[in-house]
């Protein structure tokens, strides 16, 4: 076999695998337990898992734009399919979804079919309106995005008050046998990559899937060669909302519950984002059902290691990051396509989006940047952001510059060793800058600082310091990491200032601080139990 030959095959898949490595290896690398390494089997079950609910709508998402249209309602219909999966089994078998009992296989299956021809007839109305009704394919599929989430959410209310007497906006599932659709790694992974091979079947070795392409290539082309547009699209969109119907089952069994309100919200973005990622061009007519996959798995284990890495609210980020992946893959896809020569900063126009670049990155990094790199960086937000602006904007005006081509790489060279060398010094300097502008913020409210045993001690006995001076003081005091006294005593502090030092001593990671002296202070006890509560292991003197 010609590796090369195979390489630029399938050099985008290539070019996945890779990037999935990269993502592996470094979410395992800035995750302080390194789950992806300690706990491989796990990681990598929750990833499989996740992947194959992805991917069994994403392959859809993949279709419908290789023929050159664009489904957005994806997330509508798993919620809707869902919500009508729920709704039957609830009317077919109440006393056994009331009492937690099995539900008969008949019922079961009466479900699921009624939720794959709820599907059908979705994509059949969407083909509709594109093909009859003369909509654009945006238009049709985002009527749906809209309608089908209220549309369920009143069919649920409905079904329920109907059964039960009282309508509620939920409907909980405890069969073991359907809820083992959604939950356990082994099956949803066998329905994914049986419906991807079909799939791939579908586009590589049959007539309909050459005319796919060729609808997408050229809808006009193809239509005056004699390929049945009309028919095609019918198929494509059908066929999406199947597979979303399929992956409405597989949510319901994995909540154990029909939620409309929850369920599939932005999973369409996710779903084009996996077929974009994985190499489908949004013009239509290019893409393939293993690009497909692996791109689900990319984001998938993107979204997985952001959640690892970040650990508390990883969720605020996971559009953002969708996003990006999105913008970055659908930009390195025209490159590739042949737009190599074209000048992306020239202009006014360009160097506004320079500066907009930077600016955008240094608020990421702002956000994002004392989060990933918590543990391993003396520097905060706003020195990573700082970095991270300075840098991109020499980087790209140097992009931009017209300038020899040679002159350019030995530019971004000295660029780039001078970034890592300011960063570097940084990182081991930023300390001991802010420990020196502590000590002169201390001896600028008129306080000392004196050697003890055990660290230092800061003094401002006697001094005129109120709630709002320790405030401003206590932005440089949490720099002192040797600070293990504070004497405050005969000052003019109250809870108020204890507040504010429960807050930023109590809130590192190990604080220093061990004697507290409040001796004729107006800190009530209040106060000093909440400077107990979070530094458990400081002494007050009263």
């Known amino acids: 076999m010609d590796l090369s030959r195979l390489y630029h095959r399938h050099r985008h898949e290539f070019q996945l695998l890779a990037a999935l490595a990269a993502v592996f290896v470094t979410a395992g690398l800035l995750d302080g337990d390194h789950n992806y390494f300690t706990n491989f089997g796990g990681s990598a079950g929750d990833i499989v898992r996740q992947t194959s609910l992805l991917g069994v709508f994403a392959l859809g998402a993949a279709i419908v734009i290789i023929a050159g249209g664009i489904d957005l309602s994806s997330g509508s219909v798993i919620a809707f399919s869902g919500t009508i999966c729920a709704s039957v089994l609830l009317l077919l078998a109440p006393d056994a979804m009331n009492a937690d009992k099995e539900i008969p296989t008949h019922v079961l299956v009466l479900a699921v079919g009624a939720t794959l021809l709820t599907g059908f007839l979705i994509g059949t ?37 109907f059964v039960h007497g009282k309508g509620v906006s939920r409907i909980e599932v405890y069969d073991n046998t359907f809820r083992d ?53 019918w198929f494509a969109y059908s066929l999406s909302a199947v597979l979303a119907s399929i992956a409405g089952i597989l949510g319901v069994g994995y909540d154990g519950e029909a939620n409309p309100q929850s369920q599939g919200v932005g999973y369409e973005l ?14 239509g007519g290019v893409g393939t059902i293993p690009g497909t996959v692996l791109g689900a798995l990319f984001l998938r284990t ?15 980020y996971e559009g953002l990051v969708v996003g990006v992946v999105v913008v970055f893959a659908v930009a390195f896809s025209q490159i590739e396509s042949g737009m190599k020569r074209t000048r992306f900063f020239s202009g006014w126009l360009g160097l506004v989006t320079v500066l907009n670049l930077s600016v955008l990155a240094a608020a990421l990094a702002a956000l994002i940047g004392p989060k990933l790199l918590e543990g391993k960086t003396s520097l905060d937000g706003k020195f990573l952001a700082g970095l991270t602006f300075v840098g991109l904007l020499l980087l790209l005006l140097l992009v931009r510059w ?12 000295v660029l780039a060793v001078g970034w890592i060398a300011a960063t570097i010094y940084l990182n081991a300097n930023v300390p001991l800058i802010r420990y020196r502008a502590a000590l002169r913020a201390v001896e600028d409210s008129g306080g000392t600082v004196e050697q003890v045993s055990d660290g230092i001690a800061v003094d401002f006995t006697g001094k005129d310091l109120d709630d709002e001076q320790l405030k401003r003081l206590m932005g440089h ?4 990491t040797n600070m293990t006294e504070l004497r405050l005593k005969d000052t003019q502090v109250s809870d108020e200032g204890m507040v504010e030092l429960a807050k930023e001593i109590g809130g590192l990671e190990q604080p220093p601080l061990r004697r507290l002296d409040l001796r004729g202070t107006h800190v009530r006890r209040l106060g000093e139990r909440r400077v107990e509560m979070t530094i458990p292991d400081v002494k007050i003197q009263r």
Do not use: M
């Open 270 to 283: 996710n779903a084009i984002a996996a077929a974009v990622v994985g190499g489908c061009s949004l013009a």
């Open 477 to 480: 005091l949490k720099y002192l």
């Open 302 to 316: 993107v979204i997985d290691g952001i959640a690892k890495v970040i650990k508390t609210a990883a969720s605020l």
């Open 181 to 233: 659709f959604g939950r356990t790694i082994t099956t949803p992974t066998i329905i994914f990559l049986l419906l991807a091979g079909l799939c791939w079947l579908l586009l590589a070795r049959t007539v309909t899937g050459r005319h796919l392409y060729a609808l997408g290539g050229n809808e006009e082309a193809a239509r005056l060669s004699g390929i049945q547009t009309e028919r095609l699209k």
């Open 125 to 161: 109305l969407h083909a509709w309106l594109i093909t009859r009704v003369g909509l654009p394919p945006f238009v049709a599929t985002l009527a749906t995005l809209v309608g089908l989430r209220s549309f369920a959410r009143a069919i649920i209310l409905n079904v329920t008050e």
């Open 402 to 413: 017209e300038g020899p081509l040679r002159v350019k790489r030995i530019a971004g060279g």
